[in-house]
């Protein structure tokens, strides 16, 4: 992984009737067809926190590299195919509860 580096975390709470098993897929799918074809993506990790819920933790080389990712998910039928077994997030919230993190410092 760069030195340098920019993550988003974006929490997922599926719609009911939607199983793990179900996210792993369109997850999979999601890598196969969207992020793995998107230059600046250096890891994805999807997440399962310990009382419930998930969510997508995304490693880029830059902002400007997420930024970019951003707006390409807007206009991908990969990205709706994925986002669509998942709860509308709260529009109310700033970047719809998305959190981005710029790299401060790396500990070994």
Do not use: N, W
């Not at 999979?28 to 997440?47: N, P, Q």
């Not at 709860?87 to 401060?104: A, C, I, N, R, Y």
């Amino acid at each position: 992984m760069a030195k340098d580096f920019y993550v988003m975390l974006a929490p997922i709470e599926l719609k009911d009737g939607v199983d793990e098993a179900a996210l792993i897929a369109a997850s999979d799918a999601f890598e196969v067809d969207f992020a793995s074809r998107h230059k600046g993506i250096v890891r994805r990790l999807l997440l399962r926190a310990e009382h419930g819920g998930y969510a997508d933790l995304v490693f880029f080389e830059s902002k400007a590299d997420a930024d970019r990712v951003a707006q390409a998910e807007a206009a991908s039928a990969a990205c709706m195919a994925y986002f669509k077994i998942m709860k509308t997030p709260d529009e109310s919230q700033p970047d719809m509860g998305v959190l981005g993190f710029e790299h401060v410092k790396t500990y070994q």
